[in-house]
């Protein structure tokens, strides 16, 4: 597998064998499974467009300005901010499916001259430097191995005054409940989630200044309240696209479960963080 970098940008590093590298394509690999498409829909993330647009609106974005979306998945929220905020948006996921279903989708659209997509990692960002007006990662920032070399990513394509905007998932500093730490998939991808504190600390020390953190935690309970409502319908209506995406409802439903208790009981949250560069 080949990145292939802008102009200006950083050289691919090799891809050794390593614990975090198969954690990177696992994830990849997982959200562009025909079971996320099934249950998740269009947007994979907690708050759905909704929150995509809230975090835009924080972020003050407006036309013309260039935005750089870190695991975009199917593109989604690319094509939101430029047809809805006029901006000019290149995504990067580590994903090669998920790219090339990105484009297919933004070229039927008709946004292809102003929504691009790169394969690419988050840690090592195929763009060049002081590019981009804002950087958005949407529940993905947890699912980095090296969430430093990341934020430290974020910093460096961005322009003097540029804004980064996060939404992600958040857990209480005594960490995933053990009921929830072993679960395979999606659910895996979150087991190394953060306090919201500790994730604007690694923006500060990356150069960037937390401006903004909301709470959306009640996004969360909704996203498995949809999910398990959904495996619930497909179970009665047409069980055979359970099976045929390789979902077996007896196995995920005692996890929506306990992740919902996790939720009520404060341990899982969800956060909306802003930070913009500290020079130029």
């Given at each position: ?88 948006v290149d ?61 430290a990513e ?52 990356a150069g ?73």
């Amino acid at each position: 597998m080949t990145i292939r970098p802008l102009p200006g940008g950083p050289e691919p590093a090799a891809a050794p064998d390593s614990p975090s590298v198969d954690l990177k394509s696992c994830c990849a690999a997982a959200y562009s499974t025909d079971a996320v498409a099934l249950l998740l829909g269009a947007s994979y993330h907690p708050g759905g467009l909704t929150l995509t647009r809230r975090l835009a609106e924080v972020l003050g974005l407006s036309g013309g300005q260039s935005v750089l979306d870190i695991a975009s998945g199917p593109g989604t929220t690319a094509r939101l901010l430029a047809s809805e905020f006029g901006a000019t948006v290149d995504g990067v996921d580590l994903g090669e499916d998920a790219v090339r279903g990105a484009r297919e989708t933004t070229e039927d659209a008709g946004l292809a001259d102003r929504v691009r997509f790169l394969h690419g990692d988050a840690e090592r960002l195929p763009v060049p430097d002081a590019a981009y007006d804002a950087v958005i990662c949407e529940c993905a920032f947890c699912t980095f191995p090296d969430k430093a070399a990341a934020a430290a990513e974020f910093a460096r394509v961005l322009r003097p005054g540029g804004r980064v905007g996060i939404t992600d998932v958040t857990l209480a500093p005594h960490g995933l409940p053990e009921e929830l730490a072993g679960i395979a998939g999606w659910v895996a991808c979150i087991a190394d989630a953060r306090p919201a504190e500790e994730y604007g600390a690694l923006l500060r020390d990356a150069g960037l200044r937390p401006m903004r953190m909301e709470r959306h935690d009640a996004a969360v309970g909704r996203m498995i309240d949809r999910i398990d409502a959904r495996i619930a319908v497909l179970r009665m209506t047409a069980p055979h696209r359970l099976t045929a995406a390789g979902v077996d409802p007896a196995a995920v439903t005692p996890y929506l479960r306990a992740a919902r208790r996790a939720v009520d009981e404060g341990a899982i949250g969800y956060t909306l963080i802003v930070a913009e560069t500290t020079g130029g």
